[in-house]
């Protein structure tokens, strides 16, 4: 007798003619654009970290400790980026995908977390104004202008994956950091007036917050596996209960399994069982004209008799 050969995890993975055309892992999206930025970003917050501290200046710090943070959140960026291309496996069986949408909502609580941070110490600094160099400062912070509008162009290159734009979300705040850095070491340099610091620290840290808060709430939706915002989950449940041979639809599900790529599950209570290949034909073209879902996992059961 030959032993039945195990089943092998790529071939359990497989899709065969009719199934849904997704990839449950991410193809083709090149590391490079996160390297540069991330080897840009990491060599300038080295100088501002330095430099803000011995101008004294708020507003340079919080650009520092804002440009040091994009620089951990690129390489959680691109860790996840590469974790994501792995192909599934016998322990993951839906891939990696999720892995940027996961350091994307760890970068935005360090991001809650810096902001609260700032406006603690500009209110504070407010009150007891501090000593600033000016002069430094501005020349400081147009250097890093320059660098983060590089930045900004390189990101926005480099493709349209949520990790990706939360590292282009965090380099615009950057890049808004570096111009109150510049404007309050101009004023500073020409006026003397202190409190132009904290108060601009303020103003950024608060263009950081919107910003924050909506990659947030998009990779804690899909974290939660949240039905995609561009379906409506009502209407296709009345959708499919209006397919001719269709009774009802129970135990539905809508949700994302990786960005962009739309999956559901349900039963479905049917009146004649030997339609079912008919009727899944209609409920998948329908699904995908009307709703954009491809993945497509549905249960067939006889309806229950009306009592």
């Known amino acids: 007798m030959?032993?039945?050969?195990?089943?092998?995890?790529?071939?359990?993975?497989?899709?065969?003619?009719?199934?849904?055309?997704?990839?449950?892992?991410?193809?083709?999206?090149?590391?490079?654009?996160?390297?540069?930025?991330?080897?840009?970003?990491?060599?300038?917050?080295?100088?501002?970290?330095?430099?803000?501290?011995?101008?004294?200046s708020l507003a340079l710090i919080s650009d520092a400790g804002h440009m040091v943070t994009d620089?951990?959140?690129?390489?959680?960026?691109?860790?996840?980026?590469?974790?994501a291309k792995r192909p599934p496996s016998a322990r993951h069986s839906f891939g990696f995908g999720r892995a940027e949408a996961l350091a994307a909502f760890v970068n935005s609580l360090v991001m809650l977390a810096l902001v609260a941070w700032i406006a603690l110490e500009a209110a504070q600094r407010y009150s007891a104004p501090h000593q600033v160099q000016g002069g430094t400062v501005f020349v400081v912070a147009g250097m890093g202008l320059l660098i983060n509008i590089?930045?900004?162009?390189?990101?926005?290159?480099?493709?349209?994956?949520m990790n990706t734009r939360a590292a282009l979300v965090n380099v615009m705040g950057d890049l808004l950091g570096s111009a109150a850095a510049l404007l309050a070491g101009?004023?500073?340099?020409?006026?003397?007036?202190?409190?132009?610091?904290?108060?601009?620290?303020?103003?950024?840290?608060?263009?950081?917050?919107?910003?924050?808060?909506?990659?947030?709430?998009?990779?804690?939706?899909?974290?939660?596996?949240?039905?995609?915002?561009?379906?409506?989950?009502?209407?296709?449940?009345?959708?499919?209960?209006?397919?001719?041979?269709?009774?009802?639809?129970?135990?539905?599900?809508?949700?994302?399994?990786?960005?962009?790529?739309?999956a559901l599950i349900g039963h479905v209570e049917i009146a004649d069982l030997e339609r079912w290949p008919e009727i899944?034909?209609?409920?998948?073209a329908m699904l995908l004209e009307k709703h954009g879902i491809d993945h497509i996992t549905l249960q067939a059961e006889a309806a229950q008799a009306q009592h």
């Open 150 to 161: 590089a930045l900004a162009l390189i990101l926005s290159r480099g493709g349209s994956g």
């Open 2 to 56: 030959h032993a039945k050969p195990l089943t092998s995890s790529a071939h359990l993975h497989e899709h065969h003619a009719g199934d849904a055309k997704h990839a449950h892992y991410v193809e083709g999206r090149s590391p490079t654009v996160l390297v540069w930025a991330l080897a840009l970003t990491l060599g300038y917050a080295c100088v501002e970290v330095v430099t803000g501290f011995a101008a004294n």
């Open 280 to 284: 899944l034909h209609v409920i998948k």
């Open 186 to 262: 101009a004023v500073i340099y020409y006026t003397g007036w202190m409190q132009i610091d904290p108060l601009l620290s303020i103003f950024v840290s608060l263009l950081i917050l919107k910003s924050t808060v909506g990659v947030l709430r998009e990779s804690y939706h899909f974290l939660m596996s949240g039905v995609p915002d561009q379906i409506d989950y009502l209407k296709v449940g009345a959708d499919l209960e209006r397919v001719d041979g269709v009774r009802s639809v129970h135990d539905l599900h809508v949700w994302e399994m990786s960005p962009g790529e739309p």
């Open 71 to 83: 620089a951990a959140a690129l390489g959680l960026a691109l860790l996840a980026q590469l974790i």
